[in-house]
């Protein structure tokens, strides 16, 4: 118990301003907790584990709790970067754990900036759930257009690789403000945890193709006609 309540560096004293203290426990709530929830759900929710798909389509509750979360993250990356606003330490090498830590974590606040742009720019829905103001069912979605296509291929891959180098970058910022032992230890246990479950659910099929599960399986839909955007997406014949 008392090795868990030492610093990492016990050469290094644990002291911090109460404003940094915030500002890395409003960053560990964001990218370890809220954001990493935020992406199981959106690729392991799309169909409810009760919904009859494909006579059921277009379940919401993914999207609304991936909307919700992410949100909910983005005002806490805000929150935790107004804490620490003026506050940068010119005098730190770019390669000591300060600099890196420093050009890591303003690197993975602009990868959030990116996303939610992409998020407010990725064009309109279509469908016949969502018709277009003429009353067709054209749609960026719908249509799988250009735009449509760039906004998915950013979404995925730089969400995942954002949320990967903000677990680097916590722990670096874990290094650096010289936290407890204990809290080295269990937000390493936790990101095995997580990358644990995303294999288990990955393994039991549940990554399911968001085109299909907005408009089925018919193979003559647009995007039907494409392949899955991102890596280890399953389809399902109707």
Avoid at 55 to 61: E, S, V
Avoid at 163 to 174: C, D, Q, R, Y
Wanted: charged share 15%.
């Amino acid at each position: 118990m008392e090795w868990l309540l030492l610093p990492i560096d016990v050469s290094r004293a644990h002291l911090i301003p109460d404003n940094i203290a915030w500002h890395g426990r409003l960053m560990v709530i964001a990218w370890s907790v809220i954001f990493p929830s935020g992406v199981l759900i959106a690729r392991f929710m799309k169909i409810s584990p009760k919904q009859d798909w494909p006579n059921q389509l277009d379940n919401l509750t993914w999207w609304h709790s991936h909307w919700i979360l992410q949100s909910l993250g983005g005002i806490a990356v805000v929150a935790a970067l107004w804490l620490i606003w003026g506050m940068g330490d010119e005098g730190a090498p770019v390669l000591s754990a300060v600099g890196i830590h420093h050009l890591m974590g303003w690197t993975v606040a602009g990868f959030c900036v990116l996303q939610f742009l992409a998020g407010w720019l990725r064009g309109s829905k279509g469908g016949p759930t969502h018709p277009a103001k003429d009353g067709s069912i054209h749609g960026d979605h719908y249509d799988m257009t250009p735009r449509r296509l760039a906004f998915e291929y950013l979404h995925k891959y730089l969400g995942y690789f954002a949320l990967l180098a903000s677990w680097v970058t916590t722990l670096l910022g874990l290094w650096v403000a010289n936290a407890p032992v204990w809290m080295f230890l269990i937000l390493s246990i936790w990101y095995v945890v997580l990358v644990a479950l995303f294999v288990k659910l990955q393994r039991m099929g549940l990554a399911f193709d968001t085109y299909q599960a907005i408009w089925g399986p018919d193979p003559d839909l647009p995007g039907n006609q494409r392949k899955p955007i991102g890596f280890g997406i399953h389809r399902r014949a109707g």
